[in-house]
């Protein structure tokens, strides 16, 4: 017998499908030698400071460095403290059970990092020693499961990426915990959460959103000049800035007076514009964000469920390239386009023309090849999931598309010894941009120009002065903050010198999403409209950590290399252990010696001592009285309670009606949050209309 473990009971099914494991159990199928099982994420984790004795925060149990690290079924949030999650716990019973009763083992979850941590952490806590295959597939189609499984890989090959998932695991671990338990004792009062990736996350927005709001415009003005030629007209802007009014008046006199303007040079080249890359998952996210408003965390979970409904290939990737065994596979993937309503027209076309290379390397391509479409017709989709599909399988058909040619003219004029300059193209074949048929961002330039030659004198027909004022670097979208953590917070636009940097960027772009979500839920940042904005709270924590070593994106960048250098064998995990050690008692020492306190601003007055302050913690908001003892939970019938909704309760005694608690029985039930006359908290139920 021949046991399988997915990630996902869903991708479980598609597998089980093709072995011909159709008979369901509780937690597998089985069938034809086989029994397919899955895991549910991460249903192995790493235990907690109270797990090695340390309990609560104390300054001389920092740093917490275990020597060895211990693995526990998933927690779950309880009323008081954490609890083993029981579907885990079922679920490993069940994959113990599936394990034991086959002679091997192939490893179906997601062929990734994270999903070989999955694998072997539950594989260790197991204690289990059979061997095991891997299947290493980029798409979900049963044509890919089917050669996946004739050509299954021996589970060594991947130990260097397991080392490196593991190393990322564990420095997460001891770096976000001893820096968040240093902090919080620092402050004195409340408790803040530090992240090896999260905490220079926060400052690149803080950072931006301060010299934005700091920032003092610098006025300037140019002149604009209306010309025109055989009935052509057009205007040209004055090259220089000028700091004073008076100096643009002066040339503002200077045309009126002459009432002409002399054309220095004309330059006419054409353009080539090579098609974009095709998109690796940090790209689909920035684009999603800048056009559609899609957070980064919304448009991976929308390719995700597109991946497993097996219409595009595996989304986590960090490629931009496929391989040339896989760009023998796109003409027939054009084809597949030939009836889709909004590109099947450009697809046609597609025919008679020598497919682009330019996304085309070997050497280029990582774990996955970058995100495109399968075989499979893309039907009844609709909604934000037509819209990310779209995206993907627009960007193939502008990647393998002939390059857009253009004529780009440049024309300089003069007024005395001021030079004016005005830009203009024409499409001379549109190629890849005929896919959407957009036109460029700064389009200000498409428009066409008369014929010009050098020394026309033109009439002036109007001119004027432009006041304008230099203006800061915008606050960071999700777009370009991911641009900003794939680059290590340099400003890099150019997409080569981006593709050259991915080595040293942030977090990946599996979890880059995940760290932007995080510093949602901890309260650190806030969106308005598009742009993220740090909140007070993350603002303080921000102005105490932004010198201190865990800010330091460009220090966390060269983690992110060290990773990929296990990954790939150039390093060894011991060698990074130590310095992830070093590390953490570096800032360990930093942040218990700040003797900046941390303002608490969801602090608010004890309802029942009446001298006390009310402490918001992630896990309870209690008063700091030590003689009062009042204390309210966030988990309640497993609902997480808010910040408002608490102070709702401490200002007012009471909320207002809350939705999705559950019973005991697993029921549903709406209901409002009161103080009993002991200060306890208890359900306050809505009154039911009575029946006419």
């Known amino acids: 017998m021949i046991a399988i473990i997915a990630e996902k009971p869903s991708v479980a099914r598609e597998i089980a499908a093709i072995v011909g494991a159709s008979s369901k159990e509780d937690g597998y199928m089985q069938g034809k030698g086989y029994m397919v099982t899955w895991a549910l994420g991460h249903l192995i984790t790493l235990a907690m400071p109270e797990d090695y004795g340390f309990t609560g925060f104390n300054r001389e149990h920092l740093p917490i460095i275990p020597e060895t690290f211990q693995l526990i079924p998933r927690q779950v949030k309880a009323e008081k403290g954490y609890k083993p999650d029981g579907g885990a716990l079922k679920q490993l019973k069940v994959i113990k059970t599936v394990f034991e009763q086959c002679d091997k083992i192939i490893v179906a979850t997601d062929a990734g990092r994270e999903g070989e941590l999955i694998f072997r952490f539950i594989y260790s806590h197991l204690n289990c020693r059979k061997p095991f295959d891997r299947l290493w597939i980029s798409s979900l189609t049963d044509k890919a499961i089917k050669e996946g499984m004739q050509n299954l890989k021996v589970g060594s ?15 997460d671990w001891l770096v976000g915990i001893n820096a968040s338990q240093s902090l919080s004792i620092a402050a004195g009062r409340g408790t803040y959460s530090l992240g090896r990736v999260q905490t220079p996350t926060l400052a690149m927005i803080c950072k931006r959103f301060l010299e934005n709001k700091h920032f003092v415009p610098v006025p300037f003005w140019q002149v604009k000049v209306q010309t025109k030629k055989t009935n052509v007209p057009f205007a040209a802007i004055s090259k220089e800035k000028y700091e004073q009014k008076d100096k643009a008046n002066e040339v503002l006199r200077l045309l009126q007076e002459g009432k002409t303007i002399t054309v220095k040079s004309v330059e006419r080249k054409e353009v080539n514009q090579e098609p974009p890359l095709l998109y690796d998952l940090t790209t689909l996210q920035k684009e999603a964000n800048s056009k559609h408003g899609f957070s980064a965390d919304k448009t991976l979970s929308i390719a995700q469920k597109l991946y497993e409904s097996k219409l595009i290939t595996y989304p986590r990737t960090g490629s931009r390239y496929i391989s040339a065994d896989v760009f023998d596979e796109i003409p027939q993937l054009v084809d597949s386009l030939k009836q889709h309503s909004r590109f099947g027209s450009y697809a046609q076309t597609m ?155 942030i977090g990946t772009p599996a979890t880059r999403a995940a760290i932007i979500e995080t510093l949602f839920s901890r309260d650190y940042i806030r969106r308005e409209k598009k742009s993220l904005v740090p909140s007070d709270k993350g603002l303080a924590v921000y ?19 060290a990773l990929a250098k296990i990954e790939s064998g150039e390093m060894d995990t011991n060698t990074f252990r130590q310095a992830t050690e070093v590390y953490t008692r570096q800032i360990t020492t930093e942040l218990l010696n700040t003797s900046i306190a941390v303002a608490d601003n969801n602090a608010c007055d004890c309802p029942k001592c009446k001298s006390g302050k009310v402490i918001f913690f992630p896990k309870v908001a209690k008063c700091n009285n030590a003689d009062c003892g009042l204390m309210v939970f966030r988990n309640r019938s497993e609902k997480e309670l808010s910040d408002k909704q608490i102070t709702d309760l401490l200002i007012t005694g009471k909320t207002s009606v809350i939705k999705g608690f559950k019973s005991k029985g697993g029921k549903s039930f709406d209901a409002a949050l009161k103080f009993d006359a002991d200060y306890t908290v208890v359900f306050d139920f809505p009154e039911k209309k009575g029946k006419k």
């Open 543 to 561: 102005d105490i950590v932004k010198d201190k070593r865990i800010a330091d994106v460009a220090m966390t960048g060269n983690w992110e290399n």
């Open 351 to 505: 025919d008679n023309i020598v497919l682009n290379v330019r996304s085309v390397d070997d050497k280029k391509v990582t774990d996955h090849h970058a995100l495109i479409i399968t075989e499979n017709p893309a039907k009844d989709i609709s909604g934000d999931d037509k819209t990310i599909y779209e995206m993907v399988a627009g960007r193939m058909l502008e990647a393998f598309s002939q390059k857009c040619v253009k004529d780009a003219t440049t024309i300089t004029l003069t007024c005395g010894d001021t030079v004016f300059e005005t830009k203009g193209s024409t499409v001379k074949q549109a190629g890849w941009r005929a896919v959407f048929n957009e036109k460029e961002e700064k389009d200000d330039e498409e428009s066409n120009l008369p014929n010009l030659s050098e020394g026309e004198q033109l009439p002036v027909l109007q001119a004027d002065v432009l006041e304008k004022q230099t203006k800061p670097k915008p606050l960071h979208t999700e777009a370009s903050l991911l641009s900003a953590m794939e680059s290590a917070g340099k400003e890099v636009e150019n997409e080569a010198e981006c593709e050259a940097m991915k080595g040293s960027g």
């Open 157 to 171: 090959d991947y130990d260097n990426l397991y080392h490196a998932a593991k190393a990322r695991s564990e420095s």
